[in-house]
C-alpha cells in the first residue's frame, strides 16, 4: 500500500506541475499584453493518517489564482483616451456586442484600455469592450447617482460633429466717463458704447449702452441716465430697439471717494440694482442677462473721472456656436470636449470601481474583470476619493509578468516534473522486484 501511495502522490505531483508550467507559459505568453495579470500556482500538500509505523503518501492538491491587485508600470502614448488607472480602483467597461444589440450592458472591470470611437462615436477598444461613464447634465454638472449599482452608468458616446454653443448670462463693465461732461456749460453729448452677447441658439445680439449726462445750470451735477437697449427687442417709432434698462447713476465727488458710485436709481424697465455686488438683470429674448457695473464706492465698475470716455474692461460669458476639436479625460474622470472656440464642456465622468477583494474577481477576456461573491460588493467611487487612484490619460498599464522570475519558475519546474516522473520509474522497478520474488 506504501509503494501504491507513492506511486499516487508522484502522479499527483505530474500534474500539479504540469498545471504550473501552464501558468508560467500563459504569463510568459503575455508578456507584452498591456494590462495583464499574473496567473500563479500554489501547491497544498494532502496528508492522510496512517498507522503506527507506516505512512502513506498523500500527494499535492494544486490551485491557481490570478493577482489582480499586481500593477504594472504605467507607459506613455500619443493617445490622449488611452487609460490607466494609478492606485487602486478599475475602469467601469462593458462588452461591445451588447451595446450593438441594445441590450443590458453588463458592468465589467478593466486597469487599462486603448479607447477609440468607432462607426457609432462609442469609445471601444479593438478587443471589444466599451468605457461607460456617467452622462453630464446640459450645463455640464454630473447629477447624484447611486453608488452601489451600475445603473447610472451609460456607455460613452462622442458626436465627432458635435456643435455647442453657450448663452451669455452674465456682463461685466468697467467704464470710465468724463467727469467734464456732467458740469456746466457742458455740450451734453451722449457716450455710447456696444457689446456683444450670444443668445440660446449662439446667435450673436447686440446690448447698446447709451450714458446721458445732466449738465446743471451751475457747478457739477456728477449725475448721468444710463439706458440699455436689446438688438433682438422691438423697434419703436424712431426705429430704435426698445429699452430693457433706464438708471440714473449718481457719482461721489467728495476726497477719497471721488469718481466712484454714490447711488444708481432704477427707473424701469430693468431689474433692481444691488448695491452689495453692483449687478443689476435686464431681460432679453434669450432670457435675464445679469450686468455688473460694480458696487457702490468701489472703483471697480463705472467710474466718473478726468474728461474722457474709457471702456476700461468689458467681459461676458457664452460663446458663439463651434465645433469639436478634441476630447479628454482628466485625473478625476472627467470627459472633457474641447471646441474652436476656445470653449470645453464636460460630457461624463468615469468613476473608479473599488471592491474589497479585487484578486476574488472573475478573469474574462481582454484583460476584463467581473464581480463575483469572492470580490465582494462594488462600489463607485470619484477617482481621486477614498482609497482609489487617479486616472491617467496619454498612457497604458505595462503587463504585470516578470519574465526573469518566470524563466526561473520554469526551471523549478522542469526538476519538480524531472523528479516526479523519477519516482514513478523507481516506484516500477520496486514493483517489478516485488513480483520477481515468485521466480
Do not use: C
Amino acid at each position: 500500500m506504501t509503494i501504491s501511495s507513492s506511486l499516487n502522490a508522484s502522479v499527483a505531483g505530474l500534474s500539479a506541475n504540469a498545471s504550473r508550467l501552464a501558468t508560467i507559459s500563459d504569463n510568459i505568453s503575455n508578456a507584452s499584453t498591456h494590462g495583464y495579470k499574473r496567473a500563479v500556482t500554489d501547491f497544498h500538500s494532502m496528508v492522510i493518517e496512517s498507522g503506527q509505523g507506516s505512512y502513506s503518501a498523500g500527494g499535492v492538491r494544486v490551485t491557481t489564482a490570478r493577482l489582480v491587485d499586481q500593477r504594472g508600470a504605467l507607459v506613455s502614448t500619443s493617445n490622449p483616451t488611452d487609460l490607466a488607472v494609478r492606485g487602486r480602483g478599475m475602469l467601469p467597461v462593458t462588452s461591445g456586442a451588447t451595446v450593438s444589440a441594445g441590450d443590458d450592458n453588463p458592468l465589467m472591470l478593466a486597469t487599462t484600455g486603448s479607447f477609440r470611437t468607432d462607426a457609432d462615436g462609442y469609445l471601444k477598444t479593438t478587443g471589444g469592450l466599451v468605457l461607460m461613464g456617467i452622462p453630464a447634465g446640459p450645463d455640464g454638472t454630473i447629477p447624484t447617482y447611486a453608488r452601489d449599482s451600475a445603473d447610472s452608468l451609460e456607455p460613452i458616446q462622442i458626436n465627432a460633429n458635435q456643435f455647442v454653443g453657450e448663452p451669455t448670462t452674465e456682463v461685466g463693465l468697467a467704464v470710465n466717463l468724463p467727469a467734464t461732461s456732467a458740469r456746466e456749460g457742458a455740450a451734453g453729448d451722449i457716450e455710447t458704447l456696444s457689446v456683444e452677447y450670444f443668445d440660446n441658439l449662439g446667435a450673436s445680439s447686440t446690448l447698446t449702452f447709451a450714458f446721458t449726462p445732466t449738465v446743471p445750470a451751475s457747478g457739477a451735477s456728477n449725475e448721468w441716465t444710463m439706458e440699455i437697449r436689446d438688438s433682438e427687442s422691438d423697434v419703436d417709432a424712431d426705429g430704435n430697439p426698445d429699452i430693457v434698462g433706464t438708471y440714473v447713476l449718481t457719482f461721489d465727488d467728495t476726497r477719497g471717494g471721488g469718481g466712484t458710485l454714490a447711488s444708481v436709481t432704477d427707473i424701469g424697465p430693468g431689474g433692481a440694482y444691488d448695491p452689495a455686488t453692483g449687478a443689476l438683470t435686464v431681460a432679453v429674448d434669450s432670457g435675464p442677462i445679469e450686468i455688473n457695473i460694480g458696487p457702490l464706492g468701489s472703483a471697480e465698475g463705472l467710474t466718473q473721472l478726468s474728461d474722457s470716455f474709457a471702456p476700461v474692461s468689458i467681459t461676458k460669458d457664452g460663446t458663439p456656436v463651434g465645433n469639436m476639436t478634441s476630447v479628454e479625460v482628466d485625473e478625476n474622470g472627467y470627459v472633457r470636449a474641447s471646441f474652436d472656440t476656445g470653449t470645453n464642456r464636460v460630457l461624463y465622468q468615469i468613476p473608479l470601481v473599488d471592491v474589497p477583494n479585487v484578486n476574488g474577481l472573475e478573469a474574462l477576456d481582454q484583460q476584463a474583470y467581473r464581480v463575483t461573491p469572492d470580490s465582494g460588493s462594488f462600489f463607485l467611487w470619484d477617482a481621486g476619493d477614498g482609497p482609489t487612484g487617479e486616472i491617467a490619460s496619454y498612457a497604458r498599464e505595462e503587463s504585470a509578468t516578470d519574465v526573469a522570475g518566470e524563466l526561473t519558475e520554469l526551471i523549478q519546474t522542469q526538476r519538480a516534473y524531472s523528479s516526479n516522473a523519477k519516482v514513478i520509474q523507481t516506484v516500477d522497478e520496486m514493483l517489478q522486484e516485488t513480483t520477481n520474488i515468485k521466480r
